[in-house]
């Protein structure tokens, strides 16, 4: 069982930056995402566990940058020039396999509230 435990979240205003830490897993592919109120959940970004390759939602492309100190077993977004349209709960999760932008995690963190005002 990996537990998964996100922080980092956090009000600021738009143009801002904020950087999420999620305590994972050196083994496991791991993803951020996030669900705004009345909207789905959807994929913002991944990162393999061997390589380092990345994957973003085009919407955030550019703008957040995913990491992870395997050392630490952590995993970052750095999340700069936000918008008010970013405001959600953001969710750590880990996968065993490959990269995706799909839901297909095994492990899931309880989210952290990231608010930006306008």
């Known amino acids: 069982q990996v537990q998964l435990v996100e922080s980092g979240g956090g009000l600021v205003q738009a143009g801002g930056s904020l950087r999420l830490s999620c305590a994972a897993s050196?083994?496991?592919?791991m993803g951020w995402f996030r669900q705004a109120p009345g909207k789905e959940r959807e994929f913002v970004a991944a990162?393999?566990?061997?390589?380092?390759?990345?994957y973003y939602a085009d919407s955030v492309k550019g703008r957040f940058t995913i990491s992870r100190d395997n050392a630490k077993n952590t995993v970052y977004l750095q999340m700069n020039s936000l918008k008010p349209e970013d405001t959600a709960v953001y969710y750590c999760?880990?996968?065993?396999?490959?990269?995706?932008?799909?839901?297909?995690?095994?492990?899931w963190g309880q989210g952290t509230q990231v608010t930006v005002s306008s």
């Open positions: 999760a880990a996968r065993a396999g490959g990269i995706t932008a799909s839901e297909r995690y095994d492990y």
């Open positions: 050196s083994r496991y592919t």
């Open positions: 990162i393999g566990w061997s390589y380092g390759s990345t």
